[in-house]
């Protein structure tokens, strides 16, 4: 079980509007910046956002994310069938040891 | 460019260790922590441990402590991450990641901007 709850799939038509929530507790989203990982079929994971809202470089600001209190939100508009993957929330977690933690994952189908 | 790439896959025997190495390459080893995570067959992300490459000091998961050990070898920029007394529950793919920590008005921003290809153990008898 994870300390960060994602929703297990979320889907959407091309060129909609998706959300995918993550939420935690006071001692890793509540008090720490958020960060968003892609994982394409058969790859590793990459970076999408960080400190809750901003994008590296070459990320389309098709992707964004937010945060509020203990939970965190990543939006996706313009569905493609490329943005098919697992999305992965994380943080540092202060309680007991400082341990990073990540949510469940969500895999986003795009109909 | 930054790259992380890893050693190939491995198969083990319940009971044996396995050795992962990551070789970075495009930037200063020594100025980056490195961490590792592994995930088991469609299964979630799951933190390991990481390693401060300029001094070699370590913090693992405790879910790990006292099995898994990350060492780096800075003449090689290569971190490194075993794990002993193998099960078949550790059967997963094992990355290491680079972990930048970004200094901004509310304090730290911290994640993860490379990633290794991964690497798959397989524990099996």
């Known amino acids: 079980q994870s300390v960060l709850t994602q929703p297990p799939s979320v889907s959407a038509a091309p060129g909609q509007k998706v959300t995918i929530s993550c939420s935690g507790s006071s001692s890793n989203i509540g008090n720490n910046y958020v960060s968003w990982y892609q994982q394409l079929p058969g790859t590793a994971p990459k970076l999408l956002i960080y400190e809750n809202n901003k994008r590296p470089s070459g990320i389309p600001d098709r992707f964004s994310g937010s945060k509020s209190g203990t939970s965190a939100t990543l939006g996706i508009t313009g569905l493609q069938t490329g943005d098919e993957a697992d999305y992965y929330c994380g943080t540092w977690d202060n309680s007991l040891s400082a341990e990073w933690v990540f949510g469940g994952g969500t895999k986003l189908t795009v109909l | ?125």
Request: proline share 2%; with cysteine; glycine share 8%.
């Open chain 2, 1 to 125: 460019q930054v790259q992380l790439v890893q050693s190939g896959a491995e198969v083990k025997k319940p009971g044996a260790s396995v050795k992962v190495s990551c070789k970075a390459s495009g930037y200063t080893f020594t100025n980056y922590a490195m961490h590792w995570v592994r995930q088991a067959p469609g299964q979630r992300l799951e933190w390991m441990g990481w390693i401060n490459a300029a001094n070699g000091n370590t913090k693992y998961s405790q879910k790990f402590q006292g099995r898994v050990t990350i060492t780096r070898d800075t003449s090689a920029s290569t971190a490194y991450m075993e794990l002993s007394s193998l099960r078949s529950e550790d059967t997963a793919v094992y990355y290491c990641a680079r972990y930048r920590y970004v200094s901004s008005s509310s304090g730290g921003s911290p994640f993860f901007d490379y990633w290794g290809q991964g690497t798959l153990v397989t524990v099996s008898s």
